[in-house]
């Protein structure tokens, strides 16, 4: 086993497929299986499982997978602080709710510490597929939230997938609506007030479980209800017919502009909004970096948002 070897193998976990990571690679597809053949062989464990549906990490694939990428990086940083090696591109993969914070702070890490070369991945998606893509190491770190509602039922698969939850921040629960809306002046609104607006929601495909909504207060009935798959098609449509969705009130007007506002919703009820891990893999430096500027992010708006409270009470 050799540095080139511990590459394969990190290549074979972000494509999720040996023909794409051998492309990557400019190796054949038979060169690079049996790499990886003789890599587990000699390790005595096995790292992929193959099927037609792909390639699939196991436990002790994501646990020789978090030492390769420490190895990996420390052998890159030497080569370029004492040989002057150029170096490789820069690998992180990100797989998210749809939560322009954790876009902002991808936006930001790589403005700080993006290099000459890099292969970022920021995926907005699913609950079901965020869980699957770190579970698999296709993404090094999921961002969701939880709720009171969902919490055990999740943090019990978390667990049986070997995926570890970080709190980021809890928030009490924010209607997002355009700013031409009837409520846009409301210091705050209440469920009943809400009742004859379109309520949006992220689909979650084949898994549309209440447990894997996005939204909180999913099992509440509405009237009139719209299931969107991106951050863009929901704001044109929170604009275009007066609807609302529910989420932390966190807004980024640098990615949405000024013609959506944030109203707080009079519930007794807190939303936990977290990074999921795998268990057995050790942080890389460029997710070390976004998480910094995710949590700094965060940061920002909640005393944004804090201000502006304080503002319209005194």
Known sequence: MNLQHLKYAIEISMCGSMNEAARRLHISQPSLSKAIKNMEEELGITMFTRSSAGITLTSDG????????????????????????????QLLSISTQHYAFAVNAFVEMIKKHGSDKYQFTMRETKTYEIIEDVKTLRSEVGILYMSLFNEKVMMQLLKEEGLE????????????????NPLASRSSVTLEDLEEYPRLTFEQGEYNSFYYS?????????KKSIQVSDRATLFNLLIGLNGY???TGILSEDLNGSDIVSVPLDEKEEISVGWIVHRNTRISRMAKLYLEELERIIHYYVEKDNDKYRKKTH
């Open 62 to 89: 994501a646990e020789f997978l978090g030492y390769a990428r420490q190895v990996v990086e420390q052998v890159e940083l030497l080569e370029h602080r004492y040989f002057d090696a150029a170096p490789s591109p």
């Open 165 to 180: 939850f970080n709190l980021l921040f809890k928030a009490s629960p924010h209607i997002f609506i355009s700013s031409q």
């Open 214 to 222: 996005e939204e909180i207060f999913s099992t509440i009935p509405s």
């Open 245 to 247: 969705t529910i989420s």
